[in-house]
């Protein structure tokens, strides 16, 4: 479904077809075109700076609070340790409190929930739990569960979704391989994939619904699309494993596996049509079609130790049939639904 003309970007090739059809006056040529050309005003540059500068300045802060506790960790008393982590959470939270919902704001939540997970690394090292990390991460993101449901700030919903992920694969490896190392060293990874696969791709599914009804502060693509990539990411990879040694890699949840790799390109077909051009989705399908071909190829023609020297002649030249492909078929896709092509 293609866009209406009024959301259409006023790139130049589209103004001068505008121009030769007619529909525009010649004498409003030049402005247009330098409308069209033009760089952002100064408030958007404003913005941008102030946003790119006051994110960068966040991890700078969080990254020297890490490195002081690290270097000073024989010299400072656990009391200190735990009371100077613990005043910046409240000042951090506070300093949110008091912000609201400006963009600072948000940020000093971010650095109150990162400070959050400093304390319970300290507190594990200061009285030696024993805990496993898995645990950390875990408690990490269960204790500031409250400040991200109201933050409504999707690079807190983001540090949580990376906490869980994190959390989940320290605890296979932490838990379960020790369990099933006995049988197969590699027991388990398939479902740990899959797990993650639906993890992450029902948190992406969750965005795409709620950003569908409007919701303001969802209106950005930058998160579902890092949503789509954790989301394709094991499934793809594990895919790769079946294709390249199906006797090693073969089960019920590696086919699973490949059968969600399947589901994650038709949404991201399915959204592109939907939001009428998401072009970063599209190319990141034609990624997942153009990683399992090669693979596909180059297990074929090396057989094993096999036919490397013809492997390194053939693979390029289908991956560069491939891109020219995938370029082309981009562009047409771009052109049915009028997005642009540099979304």
């Known amino acids: 479904m293609p866009k209406d003309l009024l959301d259409l970007d006023a790139t130049p090739e589209r103004l001068r077809e505008l121009f030769a059809a007619g529909a525009l006056p010649p004498a409003s040529r030049e402005r247009a075109m330098q409308l069209a050309l033009g760089a952002p005003p100064a408030e958007a540059w404003r913005r941008f700076l102030s946003t790119t500068l006051l994110a960068l300045g966040a991890m700078l802060v969080l990254s020297g609070i890490i490195y002081f506790f690290a270097y000073n960790w024989a010299d400072l008393h656990r009391f200190a340790k735990l009371g100077l982590i613990a005043a ?19 940020f000093c939540l971010f650095a109150a929930s990162v400070l959050v997970g400093a304390m319970l690394a300290v ?3 200061a009285y030696q739990t024993g805990a496993d990390a898995f645990e950390l991460f875990v408690g990490w993101a269960a204790l500031i569960l409250p400040w991200v449901a109201m933050s409504r700030f999707p690079a807190l919903w983001l540090l949580l979704g990376v906490l869980i992920n994190t959390g989940a694969i320290l605890f296979h490896f932490q838990v379960l391989a020790e369990r099933f190392s006995v049988f197969h060293p590699l027991r388990g990874l398939d ?21 569908n009804l409007k919701v303001p502060w969802l209106q950005d693509r930058w998160l579902p699309r890092v949503l789509a990539v954790m989301t394709v990411a094991p499934v793809l990879v594990m895919t790769s494993a079946l294709i390249v040694d199906p006797n090693e890699f073969a089960s019920p949840a590696a086919y ?42 180059g297990d074929v023609i090396t057989d094993g130790a096999r036919n490397i020297e013809l492997a390194l002649i053939i693979i390029p030249i289908a991956l560069v ?8 078929w981009l562009r047409a896709q771009a052109r049915a639904t009028g997005a642009s092509e540099e979304s």
Do not use: P
């Open 191 to 211: 479902w740990l994939a899959v797990a993650l696969s639906l993890l992450n791709g029902f948190a992406w599914a969750t965005y795409e619904h709620f950003a």
């Open 256 to 297: 699973i596996a490949m059968g969600l790799v399947v589901a994650t390109l038709a949404a991201d077909y399915a959204l592109h049509r939907h939001l009428r051009g998401e072009l970063f989705l599209l190319t990141l399908g034609l990624f997942c079609v153009i990683s399992l071909v090669t693979t596909f190829i």
């Open 321 to 328: 049939a491939q891109l020219g492909l995938a370029i082309s």
């Open 88 to 106: 910046g959470i409240a000042a951090s939270a506070l300093a949110a409190r008091g912000r609201g919902d400006k963009l600072s704001g948000q």
């Open 123 to 125: 507190y594990g090292q």
